[in-house]
């Protein structure tokens, strides 16, 4: 009805504007990067990193900690797991803003292209989280903050398209069945 013009004029142009995600591109130069197995989600002694390993790391990478292990450093003395190999460059897409699932999914489908020729890339991740106060959980409960209002999930694809998916929520949150 009549309503419809209205809110349009309230939602002048420049808010919808504000309201598009934010994309940032970085460059990782010679990141140690964890050596990981499909088939070995626990990892193996010299040969491959666990699962865990992985998600320790990715959280440092992206919250661009220092994986040096140097005694000085105040923020972290965190370095990468073992068996790890050095990367001379490695890419960093992040997406900030309102995404829904349908576009997570064509995310997923273009970053499998990427393992088209040439073949670089072993592996590749993408995390999805949500606000740490997001109303919203898994299922049917509401999302509880508590402390840390952990909610995310991450994919790991592999060259042979092969997947890990890792989740975490908070300790009162139901997760997916």
Not at 9 to 18: G, H, L, P, T, V
Not at 105 to 133: I, M, N, R, S
Not at 146 to 156: A, I, P, Q, R, T
Request: hydrophobic letters at 35%.
């Amino acid at each position: 009805g009549a309503e419809g013009p209205t809110l349009m004029s309230y939602f002048s142009k420049n808010q919808i504007q504000a309201l598009k995600p934010k994309i940032t591109f970085s460059t990782l130069r010679d990141l140690q990067c964890p050596v990981l197995q499909s088939n070995d989600l626990q990892g193996k002694p010299e040969e491959s990193c666990s699962t865990e390993e992985l998600f320790e790391w990715l959280g440092a990478v992206l919250n661009q900690v220092s994986l040096d292990n140097k005694s000085s450093s105040f923020l972290s003395t965190y370095c990468c797991p073992e068996p790890n190999t050095v990367v001379e460059k490695a890419f960093l897409c992040t997406i900030t803003g309102f995404i829904i699932p349908e576009k997570i999914v064509q995310l997923l489908e273009q970053l499998c292209c990427y393992f088209g020729e040439p073949k670089l890339a072993y592996w590749l991740t993408l995390t999805v989280h949500g606000f740490a106060d997001s109303p919203l959980s898994w299922r049917e409960s509401e999302h509880g903050f508590h402390k840390g209002g952990e909610n995310l999930y991450n994919f790991v694809i592999f060259r042979n398209l092969d997947y890990w998916l890792q989740m975490a929520v908070g300790a009162h949150d139901d997760c997916p069945p």
